[in-house]
């Protein structure tokens, strides 16, 4: 199966909405008890109208996310790019309008050197099961949607304080399993966090971008 196939409207349409959801609507958790209504895999989680439910708890019943959980490294251009993806179980999202959801999802974090420097180091950073002071932008989260034979989420450039919707495609999966993903991260998709005058003359990522990561 080819891993770039065409998307259906209605499935590239919900992907988005699902990401930019993801982006707009992290809030911060406060010590309070937020009850699992449902327990449904990935497959079941959307209704007639492509919504979740708020009390849900969206498991990975499949293991879908495990092939992804290692770590990866991608060497070139004068970069070292070294990606740790961990599952968690059961991560809480929490919004505006006083819905919720638990989900299990894929953290991503990473350690970035350009040239010899270090510019970021996240590979170690404990997990959490919630955000709170702004700690958000430590994890890229990456889960499955329905249909696709690959993983969606968000992730923060962070040397340039863009957060961004990515995707991560397994490359020549054999038997559900594979040595090597690629990245890909979508600029017309994305948030950034500094005065517009910061990004004169920066490219559009400084992690890289569109380039393969072999597993450790």
Partial sequence: MAIYKQQTVNTK??????????????????????PVLRTVSVEQSLDENYN????DYIKDINNLLNPYVGTW????????????????????????????????KLFVTYKFVKNGVTLVDNLNEPLVTSFSNGNGKKFG????NEGLDYISGIITDIPLNITTSSDIYPVNPVGGTFNRIKIQYNGM??????????????PTFMIPNFVELIRQ
């Fill in 13 to 34: 349409t919900m992907k988005k909405i699902f990401i930019l959801l993801a982006i707009l609507s992290i809030t911060v958790i406060q010590a309070q008890t937020y």
């Fill in 52 to 55: 979740e439910l708020s009390g």
């Fill in 73 to 104: 490294k991608y060497e070139g251009n004068g970069m070292i790019f070294t990606l740790k993806a961990q599952k968690i179980e059961q991560y809480i999202s929490a919004y505006n309008d006083g819905t919720y959801k638990y989900s299990d």
């Fill in 141 to 144: 989260r990456y889960w499955f």
């Fill in 189 to 202: 998709n994305s948030l950034r966090g500094n005065p517009a005058d910061f990004y004169i003359g920066k």
